[in-house]
């Protein structure tokens, strides 16, 4: 296996539920730039599992659905680190174990990361079916620019000279 | 009287929801609700029967190799594909390990904090930690200095005042036990399962191609080739590297987890009276001797097929698939030849019928329906599944691993076999099974060395790969032991495709609502008795929640930006 890069834009979310998928898709939108010295993961909805995966990175931006009472459906929503690791549960099953566990969990262990982001976009459905809406389709290509802008933003890739997305 | 409601519940999905209805200190009924209806399986219809592992293991995020693995085995049931040696093995290594990695991380990053005040472990006196450490086990990480700098880890991330894994939990609890030493002793190995899992899981990426998501599974066998001549194949190397991490493994098991178990165990000796439950279990098996299906194959299982009936462990019944029926009386669906008949997977029917009330709402109608799960029943009774049921049918099978490994553990605790019918019992089998398993998958590794030894590199069957040599219409179930209890996926397949697809999960059988009969679920019944020191507080229904380690395969997991609240606890 070759070494990671200190980058990891990790792909979020369950992709039978439709839209609950998106940050998986926006991902591999994301993967096929091939933006060197940046890995890309399908994290699904893997729990502690990721912890192997997100431990030793220095750069982390998450793709995610992402809920909101002030967002509408595909509003593009930029995460802080505090608001990616904020997560107050009580448990009842090891599934629900979510990347705010993980993160603390690999900050405990000694493995923590310094940037962290997250790009998340508000779902038009979660409804059960294979693949996004085709109105998060449309507004993918938004939601991987803010994931791109926030790699220039941390000086992990050159600019690439696009016009930056507005924020919503 | 009064009613407690415990709802990890979001704006959007749900999960599991308890109702429990408080008399004095102590439960007197309960009620279980998935508030959630999914509907994974018709997004198989119409698909390729070889793809269907696939979108099978994205169900759920912590289940996925068991629900490929059930899928593959349900397709070569309905084909009749029998997959060679390597592939079985490489499958139940897979498996061997995904049980211990599964069983280490719910008891230290779940269960252990019902048991263990964290906060507590702040009081704790470095060098008596010490002392106690050395006292259970032989494990490395034992001195004084060892738990003083963890002692001051743990006090500089609870001033950060970012709990993460420990927010909101219950701590100064009147029902924790545990001397401040011990919960530093706890906290100290859940760092250390931290560690363990990142470097265990690697495993999987071995074996299985990729990680996390694995990509070996394939109708007929494996896709990863064995190839002791090539870097990029199973080969000599990999076979030292397996060793050494299930070594490490098991060492893991026996040192930390298991002297961890019995520790927990000896301040809670009140908890192996609690939580027993339906006393009824039912375990598909798992770990099937050459290349055997077992869905076809009860016979030389490792960890065998059976019943248990009313915690009467002189008799193990046997297994007959079609006694397998769901009721949905309580279930938010519609049968139609009414609801009170029990169905057959294969002849399944799911109609949603959602009567419940439009949330939010602060009960559920329980004596209508009130759950999104069916209720599969055997024979018309209700099961435990899981690895209680799984450890009691080794047990009164006479395999000899499980007999040795429960009497050892009782017999350290100074109880009898009846203390396993509890919320303890439950979680003791979890770890007796991580170390007989984690024994079990050397012996597995040995075979698998021995069988490429002796020049067999075979890895797939394609004899009926192609769908032109399928039947017009063939049936098929796969049977597959999760770690959290009896799995099995049915499919029927009609001109190449599947025509239906029905999965029954573990979590199913213990968190189904009742039934026509009006027969509890496992949560249900093993929520009577529970004692409950503080209602606003119900640690004790967390603890034998815990205990079952539920997985509603749903996985939907939002963040939720405005930072609300997933669980609600109202108590009415």
Redesign the interface.
Known sequence: ?TSPSPTLVLG??????SD?GVGVAAMRALAQQQLPGVDT?????????????V?GRTHLLIF????????APGDI?V?TAD???????????????????V???????G?GTMEIA?V?MA?FS?D???GITSGAEQRLEEMVAAGRDILESWGVIEPSGHTSHQRA | MSKIV?D?I????G??RIEAQVDGDQITDAWSSCTMW???E??LSGRDPRDAWY?TQ???????TVHALASVRAVENALGITPPLNAQLIRQLITASQFV??HV??FY??HALDWVDIISALDADPEGTAELAQSISDYPKSGTGHFRAVKA?LAD?VAKG????F???YWGHPAYKLPPEGNLLAFSHY?DA??F???Y??IH?LLGGK???LQTYLVGGVAIPIDPNSQNAINAATLAKLRSLLEEGLRFVQQAYIPDLLLVASFYPEWTQIGGGLGNFLAFGEFPAGAANPSEDPDGLFLPRGIILNKDLSTVHPVDPKKIAEYVTHSWYSYEAGDDVALQPFDGETTPNYTGPKPPYDFLDTDGKYSWIKAPRYDDVAMEVGPLARMLVAYASGRKEVVDAVNWALGELGVGPEALFSTIGRTAARGIESLVLAEHSLTLLDQLTANIAAGDLQIHNGELWEPDTWPKEAIGFGMHEAPRGALSHWIKIVDQKIDRYEIVVPSTWNGSPRDANGQRGAYEAALIGTPIADQQQPLEI?RT??SF????AC?????????N???E?TVL
């Open positions: 296996m979020l979310g369950n992709e039978l539920f609950e993961v399908d994290g699904g909805t893997l729990g502690v599992e990721l912890l192997p995966t431990a995610d659905a992402v809920t909101s009472e002030k967002a929503l995460l608001e990616v690791r904020a997560g107050h549960q009580i448990l009842f099953s090891a599934h629900q174990i979510g990347i705010s566990q993160l603390a969990a690999a900050e405990l262990a493995h997250g998340g779902p979660l059960t079916g294979y | 415990v990890p979001t704006r959007i999905e999960h599991l999914r509907g994974i018709k997004i979108f994205r169900i759920c995020g912590v289940c996925t990695h599964d991380v719910h990053h779940l880890r991330f970012q709990l993460g894994p927010s909101n939990g760092l931290l560690e899992q990142r470097q899981i690697e990426a990680n996390p998501h967390l929640i815990h380690d539920p997985c509603m996985a939907a997991h939002i963040i939720d930006k405005d930072g609240p997933v669980v606890v």
